[in-house]
């Protein structure tokens, strides 16, 4: 160690490095590194207390013998072993000579690293405990020297302080930029329809959906493609007690599977290349909130087990960071995959799979609901008007001709396929005319394919193509009877004269 009349000017120079950053991590490594490197100590560490947690000291930084942050000494309850006691007492404890002091329980340890002294600090700010500062030596200090490390362990309280501070401000600034962005994001989406519909189906959802909201469960959302998961996230958020809170939106199919991390718990300035500033992730974000997963089935299975992690015990780590963060937000995930046939493929993980599947939602597909169509067309072309176009309604024969469609694409595409129409049709009211041709992808060139069918054994072709086959017969003959009137061919086939349009269309008749 260096003699006392160097030790203030040492220390100096600690604390000048010290103070020049605001980072908390780069403030207490300066001062635990700077303690073993200017001051030859054996060893120098922090405990800090968390906001979250203030009756427990954590292992911050360490250097010298040991630079691990887990361990026997990791969690110290403050008022336990000779830490806590400095932390519950304010009041240092100094040993020239810890192998004869009782105090000193692990004499192996002191006796194998040639321990001398120890040399124990609270770090306070106010009335506030912030932490405790130790330094082990191999030779005697003497009382100058103890006095000295006091002053530094005074100043640096400051700036350990100041730098919690300075990040206090950053993560909140951050997380007004970020929350401000998703309100945008709102406030753009607010012209948009809600859940609309009376159907049996959806009225089963609905009913799921008013149980589970007041509650605190997990809740997964399954359906195909366009059937209104990310509608059924929002009602659950403003149903439930937490309406005041953020709702963070996260498409996990959207994100590269090398940023997947960062995006949902964020990273540490400089934790990887292209790190240049601390990132607040989804998570933290969400805090206080409702955080929806979308497309959870595509997230890789090393993410899954980091989610997992965090579900489980609530706290996060930022990439290429070491401080662990409380997180108190709902999940809600959605997907259109069979997670469990997922599960059985080593696709997706088992514990995950059941800490989500709570409370499982079946959305309905809008095949299952025709009977709902008119009236989403009608909130469909209020929406349309909303938002400057011309005020228009969909007439009988086309809400049939919609009907009698399966709609793979589900509710997304009746809004694509109404916005379309609404553009190309000339009066205020959208007929057949104005609809595009909705031939499922599944039978596309169907009227070749039929054709083809039909000279083939029946039983060599498929069921539906069978089918197919033997119902464009039945529209042709009724076309042939009624001299191609399309009313009396749609009374002879005991239809509407828009499904029999929809039918002339799919097989090209």
């Given at each position: 160690?260096?003699?006392?009349?160097?030790?203030?000017?040492?220390?100096?120079?600690?604390?000048?490095?010290?103070?020049?950053?605001?980072?908390?991590?780069?403030?207490?490594?300066?001062?635990?590194?700077?303690?073993?490197?200017?001051?030859?100590?054996?060893?120098?560490?922090?405990?800090?207390?968390?906001?979250?947690?203030?009756?427990?000291?954590?292992?911050?930084?360490?250097?010298?013998?040991?630079?691990?942050?887990?361990?026997?000494?990791?969690?110290?309850?403050?008022?336990?072993?000779?830490?806590?006691?400095?932390?519950?007492?304010?009041?240092?404890?100094?040993?020239?000579?810890?192998?004869?002091?009782p105090r000193f329980t692990d004499k192996a340890w002191l006796r194998d690293n040639g321990i001398v002294t120890c040399a124990g600090y609270?770090?306070?700010?106010?009335?506030?405990?912030?932490?405790?500062?130790?330094?082990?030596?191999?030779?005697?200090?003497?009382?100058?020297?103890?006095?000295?490390?006091?002053?530094?362990?005074?100043?640096?309280?400051?700036?350990?302080?100041?730098?919690?501070?300075?990040?206090?401000?950053?993560?909140?600034?951050?997380?007004?930029?970020?929350?401000?962005?998703?309100?945008?994001?709102?406030?753009?989406?607010?012209?948009?329809?809600?859940?609309?519909?009376?159907?049996?189906?959806?009225?089963?959802?609905?009913?799921?959906?008013?149980?589970?909201?007041?509650?605190?469960?997990?809740?997964?959302?399954?359906?195909?493609?366009?059937?209104?998961?990310?509608?059924?996230?929002?009602?659950?958020?403003?149903?439930?007690?937490?309406?005041?809170?953020?709702?963070?939106?996260?498409?996990?199919?959207?994100?590269?599977?090398?940023?997947?991390?960062?995006?949902?718990?964020?990273?540490?300035?400089?934790?990887?290349t292209g790190a240049v500033q601390r990132r607040i992730g989804r998570f933290e974000l969400a805090q206080g909130g409702t955080l929806f997963l979308d497309e959870i089935g595509e997230l890789p299975l090393e993410a899954q087990a980091k989610l997992l992690r965090v579900l489980q015990e609530h706290e996060l780590e930022r990439v290429g960071g070491t401080q662990s963060i409380r997180v108190d937000a709902r999940i809600v995930a959605a997907t259109n995959r069979d997670l469990a046939a997922d599960v059985k493929a080593s696709r997706f993980r088992s514990d995950l799979f059941f800490r989500l599947n709570v409370f499982p939602i079946e959305l309905p597909p809008l095949r299952d609901r025709r009977e709902d169509i008119p009236l989403l067309a009608a909130a469909f072309m209020a929406a349309l008007a909303g938002r400057g176009a011309t005020p228009k309604t969909v007439d009988d024969d086309a809400l049939a001709y919609l009907a009698a469609y399966d709609w793979p694409g589900n509710v997304r595409e009746l809004h694509n396929v109404l916005e379309r129409a609404s553009i190309l049709a000339r009066t205020d009211r959208i007929g057949v005319g104005d609809l595009p041709e909705l031939a499922a992808p599944a039978t596309a060139d169907v009227a070749e394919a039929d054709a083809d069918d039909a000279a083939k054994p029946a039983s060599s072709a498929p069921l539906r193509e069978r089918v197919s086959a033997y119902e464009r017969a039945l529209v042709a003959e009724a076309l042939e009877r009624a001299e191609g009137n399309q009313s009396e061919a749609a009374r002879l086939l005991r239809t509407s004269r828009a499904t029999l349009q929809y039918k002339m269309k799919l097989y090209r008749l």
């Open positions: 160690m260096k003699a006392a009349a160097g030790l203030e000017a040492t220390l100096g120079r600690v604390g000048l490095r010290m103070a020049r950053s605001l980072d908390l991590d780069d403030v207490l490594g300066e001062i635990t590194r700077g303690l073993v490197r200017d001051l030859e100590a054996a060893m120098a560490r922090i405990w800090l207390v968390r906001p979250d947690d203030p009756g427990v000291l954590r292992l911050a930084a360490s250097a010298g013998l040991s630079e691990r942050l887990d361990g026997s000494h990791a969690r110290v309850p403050i008022g336990s072993l000779k830490i806590g006691q400095i932390a519950a007492t304010r009041t240092p404890v100094c040993s020239t000579d810890v192998l004869d002091d609270p770090l306070e700010s106010d009335d506030e405990v912030l932490g405790v500062l130790a330094m082990f030596a191999r030779r005697p200090l003497t009382e100058l020297e103890l006095d000295w490390l006091g002053i530094f362990a005074a100043q640096a309280s400051v700036a350990i302080q100041n730098a919690r501070l300075f990040a206090e401000v950053t993560t909140l600034t951050r997380r007004l930029e970020a929350e401000n962005t998703y309100l945008k994001e709102e406030l753009g989406e607010a012209g948009r329809t809600g859940i609309v519909g009376r159907s049996a189906a959806l009225g089963l959802a609905l009913d799921a959906l008013a149980r589970v909201a007041p509650t605190r469960s997990t809740v997964l959302l399954h359906g195909e493609t366009g059937t209104g998961k990310e509608l059924f996230a929002r009602a659950l958020h403003e149903q439930s007690p937490r309406r005041a809170g953020p709702l963070v939106r996260v498409n996990c199919a959207a994100i590269a599977p090398a940023l997947v991390e960062s995006e949902l718990f964020g990273h540490e300035k400089g934790a990887f």
